[in-house]
């Protein structure tokens, strides 16, 4: 059995190097279908939907390798990691037995990789080298987002059901403290000093800034309700919102701590990917299966593409830098 | 026509939802909880699409080939009512919360000692490239652990107090698929979640097949002479097997307590040696219906009925008179 298993894997790896040749030199984008269990594959000039893919069951988030040649896909009900070449959208390998990896980060340093069990209340620390869990941490209700502080010290998660944040110490690998914040709070960013952290509080109108190693809350950014996840236009300074209820996106000012415009995303706005010129912002609207494609020139939607149900994390190579 | 039809499913599933669900869920303080509360706007929405469905095609059916007819159909009106709160999603939705915990708790016990849910892709890898092949798969094993609850349910005396609701209805229509007594949804879901445990759950991306196997399920009941032939007989439960099931004299009794148990697939009664492909179109109900126990005609009434002959089959098994087939 296990040497069937092994020749089936070689086989769906170079039936992936074979069938990928035609769409290397062009960008792809990967959407996340968490209730198809699939990945579409879209073609970022044409906006058209290249294929299909199936991948673990109930995927949700996808991150890069800090090499940059992956693209891991993470299923929470198959719990597993499934590997793509970030360009051509074709598989490379799968890792099975990571739990309900529902959010995932890699440390800065590349040394940890991290994950957050939404429905297991927990965190997971693994070697990112080999992807071996090291150390299993109990946590409040809800653990959903996370980020690492630049130092690699510490590694922060939203708490989605306990209205809180948790801070890791990376060394200790234990909780160092937990914070209340406010109502629901979803996505995480950290400010380009290290020194805050942006969340995206799904309950409420605003995005709270919070100093997260002494828990003080530096103030609470109105946005509109339903304020979700973040992405950064790549200059150090501005942050995109997410406001899933209000269906509009803000643009934040992380040194102002102010919103600098809102400009609506119809659908359910979730997560977002912009492209390297800015020019483009690439949002899944999870309540009508589609990605939104907005024109940063505008403001305004530039296409929608149908893709599978309940889009969620999306991602492309192209994309602007994280800061 | 499939993908139009889903397209405009989903626009207006979205629309409801941006417009009067969403808000609703974000005054109450509900957030955390919205995407289930989406994903529940969708199954009321397919239950409401899928009794439509049913009484455009099986009511014409019923009409243009009775089994029986009825002057008077009172009783069939709590039928009614059970098919609407099951396809809107409101009895599994109540039996999901009262299951969601302790199942959650047993899950993640299970995890944090590393036992993880298998899936069936994990013991054939093949099947993690042929999605279909896997549906599949998955359908007959869930089948085949229905085709075993629903033995249960007419072997043990205490879960029998409680089906012989469903198989109580004397004018079984379409409607009847659903006539379950709330405790025996409770037990056969948990069964299920159980058994979900231990081989795993198919894949979200066939919800239209689950669809139509629930239709299928209807069908079964319906007051029709309907038969699939020889052949088809032996593939998918029709009408006219599942009619035998609810026979009196014939779908309860006997050896193995009854026949025809398969919910989708007749296989399982043939491997099992429970098929009865020979009986006609027998009335349905229950023997002692004939003796005069009443089943109650009401939804209320049904349901404390059912609970006073489980107290009944209870009291049997420690030595006293009582409810048994």
Redesign the interface.
């Known amino acids: 059995?296990f040497k069937?298993?092994y020749l089936?894997?070689f086989v769906?790896i170079l039936a992936g190097l074979f069938g990928g040749a035609a769409w290397a030199q062009q960008g792809v984008a990967f959407v996340l279908n968490s209730?198809?269990?699939?990945v579409s594959l879209i073609d970022t000039r044409t906006y058209k939907e290249i294929s299909r893919k199936?991948v673990g069951?109930?995927p949700h988030h996808l991150m890069i390798t800090p090499d940059r040649k992956s693209l891991i896909v993470a299923s929470v009900?198959?719990?597993d990691l499934i590997f793509f070449d970030p360009v051509t959208g074709e598989p490379q390998k799968r890792i099975?037995?990571i739990?309900?990896p529902y959010q995932l980060g890699f440390s800065p340093d590349s040394k940890w990789f991290v994950t957050a069990a939404l429905?297991?209340?927990?965190v997971d620390i693994y070697t990112a080298a080999d992807y071996k869990l090291v150390k299993?941490l109990p946590a409040p209700r809800?653990p959903s987002h996370l980020i690492f502080s630049a130092d690699n010290r510490h590694v922060i998660f939203t708490l989605?059901?306990t209205n809180a944040v948790m801070v890791v110490d990376m060394i200790a690998q234990a909780v160092k403290g937990t914070y209340s914040i406010g109502?629901?709070p979803a996505g995480i960013w950290m400010s380009p000093d290290d020194k805050h952290i942006f969340v995206g509080l799904?309950?409420e109108d605003n995005v709270a800034v919070m100093d997260w190693r002494s828990g003080q809350m530096v103030k609470k950014i109105v946005t509109a309700?339903?304020a979700h996840n973040f992405m950064p236009m790549g200059d150090k300074r501005r942050l995109l919102v997410t406001n899933?209820?209000a269906?509009s996106v803000s643009i934040i000012d992380m040194h102002t701590l102010s919103v600098l415009e809102t400009f609506k995303v119809p659908?359910?706005p979730d997560d977002m990917e912009i492209t390297a010129d800015g020019k483009e912002l690439w949002v899944t609207?999870?309540?009508?299966?589609k990605v939104t494609v907005i024109d940063m020139e505008t403001r305004k939607v530039k296409t929608q593409i149908?893709v599978?149900?309940?889009p969620h994390g999306i991602y492309f190579h192209h994309h602007a830098p994280r800061q | 026509m499939i993908e139009s039809f889903s397209q405009q499913f989903t626009a207006l599933q979205g629309w409801l939802f941006e417009t009067a669900i969403q808000p609703l869920v974000y005054h109450l303080g509900l957030m955390a909880y919205v995407e289930p509360v989406y994903e529940g706007l969708g199954t009321a929405m397919v239950g409401i699409i899928e009794i439509a469905v049913l009484v455009a095609l099986l009511k014409p059916l019923e009409r243009w080939r009775p089994v029986e007819q009825w002057a008077e159909k009172r009783a069939v009106r709590a039928d009614v009512l059970y098919t609407w709160l099951h396809r809107l999603g409101v009895l599994p939705m109540a039996i999901f919360l009262l299951l969601v915990i302790p199942f959650n708790e047993l899950e993640i016990w299970l995890r944090m000692h590393d036992i993880v849910r298998p899936n069936i892709e994990d013991v054939m890898p093949w099947l993690e490239r042929n999605s279909v092949g896997a549906f599949v798969i998955y359908l007959l094993l869930l089948d085949l652990v229905e085709y075993w609850l629903h033995r249960w349910q007419h072997k043990f005396n205490g879960w029998w107090a409680l089906h012989s609701l469903h198989h109580s209805q004397r004018q079984m229509t379409f409607w009847a698929d659903d006539r379950n007594h709330l405790l025996d949804d409770v037990i056969t879901s948990a069964a299920v979640a159980l058994a979900a445990l231990i081989i795993g759950v198919p894949s979200g991306q066939f919800f239209l097949l689950i669809i139509a196997g629930r239709m299928i399920e209807s069908l079964s009941h319906a007051n029709v002479r309907l038969s699939f032939g020889r052949l088809g007989e032996r593939l998918l439960v029709s009408p006219k097997f599942h009619r035998a099931h609810h026979a009196i004299g014939v779908g309860h009794e006997g050896v193995n307590r009854g026949c025809n148990f398969a919910v989708l697939f007749p296989l399982w009664d043939i491997v099992f040696r429970t098929a009865n492909f020979q009986s006609a179109y027998e009335p349905t109900g229950i023997r002692d219906q004939l003796q005069g126990r009443d089943y109650g005609i009401g939804f209320w009434r049904q349901q404390w009925l059912g609970l006073v002959r489980l107290r009944d089959a209870f009291r049997r098994a420690g030595g006293g008179a009582g409810f048994a087939p």
């Open positions: 059995m069937l298993k089936y894997k769906w209730n198809d269990d699939t199936r069951r109930e009900q198959s719990h099975d037995k739990i309900d429905a297991l209340d927990r299993r809800g989605q059901h109502k629901t799904l309950g309700p339903g899933r209820v269906n659908g359910g609207s999870r309540w009508i299966n149908p599978g149900r309940s």
